[in-house]
């Protein structure tokens, strides 16, 4: 069964534009959760979704966003990217919502702001 | 809210000795724990969680963790370090009444001395 999935791998990208990160989760898993990796704040939740709805929110400003299409699939957007937004981008999948259910961990989208 | 303190940054041992690293929690309700591996350039894996079961955690690779709720502590041992252990490793704290709103430790750098 493969992995969970995301691309792009790497992105450079200017501050003052937007960026669309993309997750494929492991085949039958429902639900998918985004977490940014820094050196200064570490690992923190972004937002969770399941079916199609978003569960649970971190504490991160309204220009981080996503969504769930209808096969899983999420994408997570960030607008007027800003240089602390550099970060690595962790998506997440597991069979259904709730603590019980493990996540399978992608191997991140490095973004870097300039 | 829950939080958790990973109590050390960097740990090194030498291959063959026993492996101990530190986290204590804080919770406000009955939390669910778990302890994550990442190898460089590598996505999280999962190595082993407490849900309220049993307070002795096994998990892959060989380590196990305890639960100690008095001690508000979840440390991560393993009896022999191999070399492939030399990872980043996160301790996590979820309240079960918040889905997938996981907390994560700042991490802590195991290094393996031949």
């Known amino acids: 069964k493969a992995g969970v999935t995301q691309t792009p791998r790497y992105l450079i990208k200017t501050r003052g534009q937007q960026v669309t990160l993309s997750c494929s989760p492991i085949?039958?898993?429902?639900?998918v959760s985004w977490y940014q990796q820094t050196p200064g704040q570490g690992l923190q939740f972004l937002f969770e979704y399941f079916s199609e709805t978003q569960r649970n929110k971190g504490n991160f400003p309204g220009r981080f966003s996503g969504r769930q299409f209808s096969n899983s699939r999420s994408e997570m957007n960030v607008s007027t990217l800003e240089l602390g937004d550099s970060a690595l981008y962790l998506c997440?999948?597991?069979?259904?919502?709730?603590?019980?259910?493990?996540?399978?961990f992608g191997p991140g989208t490095r973004l870097t702001v300039t | 809210a829950q939080s958790v303190t990973q109590l050390d940054s960097h740990v090194s041992v030498s291959e063959g000795t026993p492996v101990l690293l530190r986290c204590n929690y804080s919770s406000s309700y009955s939390p669910s724990l778990f302890w994550y591996v990442q190898h460089p350039n590598k996505g999280l894996q999962l190595l082993l969680k407490?849900?309220?079961?049993?307070?002795l955690v096994k998990g892959i690779n060989g380590f196990e963790a305890e639960f100690k709720k008095s001690e508000t502590s979840f440390h991560l041992t393993k009896p022999s370090a191999h070399m492939s252990d030399a990872a980043e490793y996160f301790c996590?704290?979820?309240?079960?009444?918040?889905?997938?709103?996981?907390?994560f430790g700042a991490g802590t750098r195991l290094t393996v001395k031949p």
């Open positions: 085949s039958g898993h429902r639900s």
């Open positions: 997440a999948s597991s069979l259904a919502s709730g603590v019980s259910y493990e996540q399978y």
């Open positions: 996590v704290v979820s309240d079960t009444n918040n889905n997938n709103d996981m907390r």
């Open positions: 407490y849900t309220s079961a049993a307070t």
